[in-house]
């Protein structure tokens, strides 16, 4: 009876974790279905932005084909994780853009794609563990297809090089968005003033010790 509970175990918590990293998933998806859209509409008709398109088409694909699979394998299709990916992508949108140019934005995107394909990596080799071998399989073809595409988003990191003005283009232009960046252009000119004359000082009292030495 004790074999049975230990053999038993290992398969429950493995199916506990993989139903939390399904929620994770429908979240990153979701995500990655929304957020790259946005950043291709600010950046037109450019090759970075046909590479998130293609992400955020694989997303979407890919949003269509989970709940039949998560149904399948007694996992939580979770319209919350959903939601809450889309919520991630409004706040990015709306607040932390303020800060950051055109290229600083994509490379947030990307960075926010690379940890989707850690989170599968993971969700497969649970999968497999747990004895869902259909959904493991699946993400293997998903791995295989989201991997290509980011590559080819991180080889479009070049185009930024070759256009430096639009590298360096604020990635939103709201009143709100403009006024918050002068602000901080202003506290940090600001404070590059007040370094200055501490700096001078500690060269003048260096200057004094090595003449009196």
Do not use: K
């Amino acid at each position: 009876m004790q074999e049975d509970r230990t053999i038993e175990e290992p398969a429950n918590e493995a199916h506990t974790w993989l139903a939390n990293l399904a929620r994770e998933l429908f979240q990153t998806e979701q995500s990655a279905q929304r957020h790259p859209r946005l950043e291709a509409e600010r950046l037109g008709d450019v090759p970075p932005a046909h590479c998130l398109r293609a992400i955020a088409a694989h997303a979407e694909s890919a949003l269509a084909e989970l709940p039949r699979l998560a149904e399948q394998h007694n996992l939580p299709v979770s319209t919350g994780g959903r939601a809450v990916g889309t919520a991630f992508s409004v706040v990015r949108n709306q607040v932390a853009d303020m800060f950051l140019s055109l290229e600083r934005s994509y490379r947030g995107t990307l960075l926010g794609m690379r940890h989707g394909v850690d989170l599968m990596l993971l969700f497969e080799q649970v999968a497999r563990r747990d004895g869902a071998v259909e959904l493991a399989d699946w993400c293997v073809a998903w791995l295989e297809r989201r991997v290509a595409l980011l590559q080819e988003a991180e080889q479009a990191l070049s185009w930024f090089a070759e256009h430096p003005e639009r590298a360096l283009e604020a990635a939103t232009h709201r009143p709100l968005a403009r006024a918050f960046r002068a602000t901080v252009a202003g506290i940090e000119h600001l404070a590059d003033r007040l370094r200055q004359p501490r700096q001078a000082r500690a060269s003048v009292t260096r200057g004094s010790e090595q003449r009196a030495g």
